[in-house]
Structure formats: structure tokens, C-alpha cells
């Protein structure tokens, strides 16, 4: 559905995305990660024929967005970053112009308005300003008029900024829901959101795609080991001398003391027993006394900091 | 066509809704027909001359602030982003907004017609200057209107749009000006002469219609409309 190739774009002398190339299918729900400043609205830009890019293709359906940007704007709804609105509007004036702009025949049209407001709950405001309403059904007016032609890819910039955590809550469901039909590609720096909207993630640093896959792929991937939270009861350099002897410590840190429990959390990586046993054993060997042994698979934020930093 | 309708009905839709334009018109409404009535019983002569000779000075001000938002507030906004990724070519949503400020424009000249009305009623007026000057009138304020846009459209800041345009205005007026032309080399007083708004309206409010005038007016419309789509499309560059 859509196709990058070797995108680029510089301004000036800043290099906002470099040879970037990833592919979205039909149906599929995109998740666009990374900090800020990465390069992420650039390229959502860049697909929504905004701005051209300096190097590279973008196909949208087929059609090449610099040879026909209006066919591919047909088949996109947008929604920028921040949410732009023209706030002296009323919400049922703005939604009645976005639907004469893009042509959406007389007919339907009423009757696509009246679809998109009841999809996204705008009924109590539609007599309001856009300029008095509340974030929230700002972000959800940004959302109808992306939605109004009914298109087939959504390109959503960072459609939950800036909400309370129930709004989060209601646009990840609605996205989810939407996700079921349409094409979406969806950017955000808030991490919990991949995993729970998301059929398919790239992260992308300093303008560079650094992952792609799918979130528990990236998981697997990033991991391949898993952390350790020990707090034993020993002399710290007894400690600290003899874990790096171990063969499945990658990594350790010294986190917290409590009592005469000294607080690790070890970084492991793959080795042929288990960890937890190994641990185990080596406290035995050296009469240490063990309080805590506890194991997590990185989290998507330790992936996302690992990979970025 | 419908594209450049809609988005037309839209900024009337922007001009009507915020309380500055029934200010600004009120101003303006105001300030013609004082400036005029204040001498015209004085002057006895059923002739509306002085009153669209001040047209040119009046829009110096009006103009700018009709058009000082158009494209400024969009780029503040963020709109344009949303707007420029709708299906819209960049020069119908040129044409959409100069469309939509001519109509606000026609509107307020028309508010002025209780003034050939008096004229009408307390004499016998000869109508082909007065025909001949709303016509440059309109002529010289779509003008007006094709600059104040187009520099619109390379600031983010209203205030700024204003006091450009205003300079900008200032300057292609009085450049025909008798008295500039009298001070420079006589190499340049065709040029200038041809190039100052003023001396085109001059001979068209004289109800003159001269095809020279009206080729000046359109093409000078033409090239500032097509300087605001380029400046549109300069997020590209």
C-alpha cells in the first residue's frame, strides 16, 4: 500500500531523514517510534505530499507522490502534528467545508458527516467554536476530518498527545477499531501505545531507521536476554567480584541497599542453564543469603533506549 | 471549479464571523463618506470626483488589513499543512482566498452606494465618471488585494503582513505621483508613470477606459497571484 525507497530530506544543512526505506501493507497498523526531533513528521510530511523529498520514492496505491500528488492525497487522510483547526469555525462548518474540498458528492455528503460525527462522538459540540473545545475534541474534530472521505490510509502524527489517559484510552480504540479496515501508520513517542495499537513497528534515530518488526519480533530481537533484579546479603566487593565471573552476567548495577541487602540489576545474556539457577547456585557456593530473584523481558522502552542511545 | 468554491465560501465564511471585519467596514464606511460629505454641500457640484480620487489613499490602509491574515494566520496555525494535503492544487487555494477577498472588497464598495444615491437626489450627476469610477475603484482594489495576499503568504506575523503591504502599496502609488515625477531623471518618468498604481486610476475614474489601463490592472493582479502560488509552493524548495 505504501512503498519508501531511499528517502531523504535535508534542510538546509540538517539531515532530517537519511536512506530510509520500509514498506506498509493493506490493513495494516503501522507504529512510527522514536524521540523527538528523529525525523518522524518529516517522513509522515513527505507521504502526504506536503513536502517533497531530497532523494528517494514514496508510492502511495500506486501512484508516485511527485508525479501524482493529487491521486495520493485522495486516498490519504492526515493528521498533523498538534492538530492545526481553524478555530473561528464551528466544528459542523469545518466538517461541511472538509467534505466539499475533498468532493465528496451532495448526496453522501450529509450523510458521511453524520457517520464521521457519531464514529467520533462530536455530536454535543457540533454548534461549538472549534477554538473553545477542549483538547480532547480537538484532537477527535483532527481525527473526523482525516476520516471524512472514508480513506483508505491514515497517517496519524502523534494522535494521542497531549490527551488525558480515558481519551488515550477511547483513540487507541478507536484506531484499533479503524485498523481493522484501513492502512495506518501512526507516530508517537509514548511506548505502551505500540504495543497495544500496533501490528508493526520501525523505530527510526537521527533520521535513520534503526528496528523494524513486529513488537514482540523487536522484543525478542533487542533481548535476547532478559534482567535480573538479586538482592543478596553479602560484602558488596565479595559481590562484585565474583559476579562478573558468571557466565550469563552481561551487565550489572548496584541499585539500591536496604538493610544489609544489597539491590543488583544484572543484564544477562543467553547462556545454556538458566540464569535464576546459576545465580542461585553461585550464592550457595559463597554463603550469601538471597532475599530476591526476579526476572523481566525488556520492555519496550528498554528496546527503544537501547536502540536510540 | 467546486474546489475553488468552496474554499472561496469558506474565508467569506472567516471574513464574517470574526467582529474585526464589521469594524473595519464600519471605519471604512465611515471615513469615505465623511471625507466626502464634508465638502460636497460646500462644493455644490453633483459629482462624486473627490470621493473615488480618496479611494486610492483609503485602501493604502483597508486593503492590508483585509488581507494581512489571509495567509499569515494559516502558516501561524498550522492549517496550511492540512490545507495543502487536501486534494487542492496550490493555485486554486490561491485563487480560492483572492476570490473570497475580492467578494469581502465588492462588498464594502457596494455599502457605499447611499453616496451616488445623494448625489442623485441632490443633483443631476453625469454617470459615465461614476460608472467609470467604481469600476477602477474595483479595478485598483483587486490590485491592491493580489499584493496584500501575496505578501501575506511569506509571513507567519499579521502585524508584519500589514505594514509591508502598506509600504509596498504606498510605494506603487505614488510612484505616478506628479510630484515624484517632476523630481526624477525624465529618462524614468514613462516608467514610473506606467509602473504607479495612480496614474492608471486616474484616467479610468475620468471614465476613461483605456484597454492600456486594464491590461496594466490584470497583468499586474496576474503577476502578484502567481507570485503567491510560487511563495505556496516555496515549502517545496
Redesign the interface.
Given at each position: 500500500m505504501i512503498e519508501v525507497k531511499n528517502l531523504s530530506k535535508r534542510y538546509g544543512i540538517t539531515q532530517a531523514v537519511r536512506d530510509v526505506s520500509f514498506e506498509v501493507k493493506r490493513g495494516e497498523v503501522l507504529g512510527f517510534l522514536g524521540p523527538n526531533g528523529a525525523g518522524k513528521t518529516t517522513t509522515m510530511?513527505i507521504i502526504?505530499?506536503?513536502?517533497?523529498p531530497t532523494d528517494g520514492t514514496v508510492s502511495v496505491a500506486g501512484f508516485d507522490i511527485l508525479e501524482n500528488p493529487?491521486d495520493v492525497?485522495?486516498r490519504?487522510g492526515?493528521l498533523?502534528e498538534?492538530t492545526?483547526?481553524?478555530?473561528?469555525?464551528m466544528v459542523e462548518?469545518y466538517l461541511y467545508?472538509?467534505a466539499?474540498?475533498?468532493?465528496i458528492p451532495i448526496s453522501q455528503r450529509q450523510q458521511r458527516i453524520k457517520k464521521i460525527i457519531e464514529t467520533c462522538s462530536l455530536k454535543e459540540v457540533l454548534k461549538k467554536d472549534i477554538g473553545q473545545l477542549s483538547k480532547g475534541f480537538k484532537q477527535r474534530v483532527g481525527l473526523a476530518?482525516a476520516m471524512i472521505h472514508d480513506p483508505d490510509i491514515l497517517i496519524l502524527d502523534e494522535p494521542t498527545s497531549g490527551l488525558d489517559p480515558n481519551q488515550i484510552i477511547e483513540i487507541r480504540q478507536l484506531i484499533k477499531k479503524l485498523g481493522k479496515e484501513k492502512t495506518i501508520i501512526l507516530s508517537t513517542h509514548i511506548l505502551p501505545e505500540v504495543s497495544a495499537t500496533c501490528d508493526r513497528v520501525i523505530i527510526i534515530n537521527e533520521g535513520q531507521l534503526v528496528a523494524s518488526g513486529t513488537p514482540s519480533e523487536l522484543q525478542e530481537q533487542a533481548a535476547g536476554d532478559t534482567i535480573l533484579y538479586s538482592s543478596i546479603k553479602a560484602l558488596k566487593k565479595d559481590i562484585e567480584s565474583v559476579l562478573p565471573t558468571l557466565d550469563f552476567v552481561k551487565e550489572f548495577r548496584l541499585i539500591d541497599t536496604q538493610d544489609s541487602f544489597l539491590r543488583y540489576k544484572i543484564i544477562t545474556q543467553k547462556t545454556e542453564s538458566d540464569p535464576g539457577e546459576q545465580l542461585f547456585s553461585a550464592a550457595v557456593k559463597n554463603n550469601w543469603i538471597l532475599s530476591e530473584i526476579h526476572k523481566e523481558n525488556l520492555s519496550m522502552e528498554d528496546i527503544f533506549l537501547k536502540l536510540t542511545s | 471549479m467546486?474546489?475553488i468554491a468552496?474554499?472561496a465560501?469558506?474565508e467569506l465564511?472567516?471574513y464574517f464571523?470574526?467582529p474585526v471585519a464589521y469594524v473595519l467596514i464600519t471605519i471604512f464606511l465611515v471615513l469615505s463618506n465623511w471625507l466626502f460629505f464634508n465638502t460636497y454641500f460646500l462644493d455644490q457640484q453633483a459629482s462624486m470626483r473627490l470621493f473615488i480620487a480618496r479611494m486610492p489613499w483609503i485602501f493604502l490602509f483597508f486593503i492590508p488589513a483585509i488581507t494581512m491574515r489571509v495567509w499569515a494566520e494559516e502558516k501561524k496555525?498550522?492549517?496550511?499543512?492540512?490545507l495543502?494535503?487536501?486534494?487542492?492544487?496550490d493555485f486554486q487555494a490561491v485563487l480560492g482566498k483572492f476570490i473570497a477577498s475580492f467578494i469581502f472588497l465588492f462588498i464594502c464598495i457596494a455599502l457605499t452606494i447611499s453616496v451616488p444615491i445623494t448625489v442623485a437626489v441632490t443633483g443631476a450627476p453625469d454617470w459615465g465618471p461614476i460608472i467609470g469610477g467604481y469600476l477602477g475603484v474595483l479595478l485598483m482594489g483587486a490590485a491592491y488585494l493580489a499584493l496584500g495576499l501575496f505578501i501575506s503568504s511569506v509571513t507567519e506575523n499579521q502585524i508584519v503582513a500589514f505594514i509591508i503591504s502598506l509600504m509596498c502599496s504606498f510605494f506603487l502609488l505614488i510612484i505616478g505621483e506628479n510630484f515624484v515625477l517632476y523630481s526624477i531623471p525624465e529618462f524614468f518618468v514613462p516608467l514610473f508613470e506606467f509602473l504607479g498604481i495612480g496614474s492608471h486610476f486616474e484616467s479610468i475614474s475620468r471614465g476613461v477606459i483605456d484597454s492600456r489601463d486594464l491590461i496594466y490592472y490584470f497583468s499586474f493582479i496576474f503577476f502578484f497571484l502567481f507570485m503567491n502560488v510560487k511563495s505556496v509552493e516555496s515549502?517545496?524548495w
Open positions: 510530511k502526504t505530499c506536503y513536502i517533497p493529487l492525497r485522495k490519504i492526515y498533523p498538534s492545526p483547526l481553524y478555530t473561528d469555525l462548518e467545508f472538509v466539499q474540498m475533498r468532493q476530518q | 467546486g474546489i468552496a474554499l465560501k469558506k465564511k472567516s464571523v470574526s496555525l498550522g492549517t496550511i499543512e492540512l495543502m494535503t487536501l486534494p487542492v492544487k515549502r517545496k
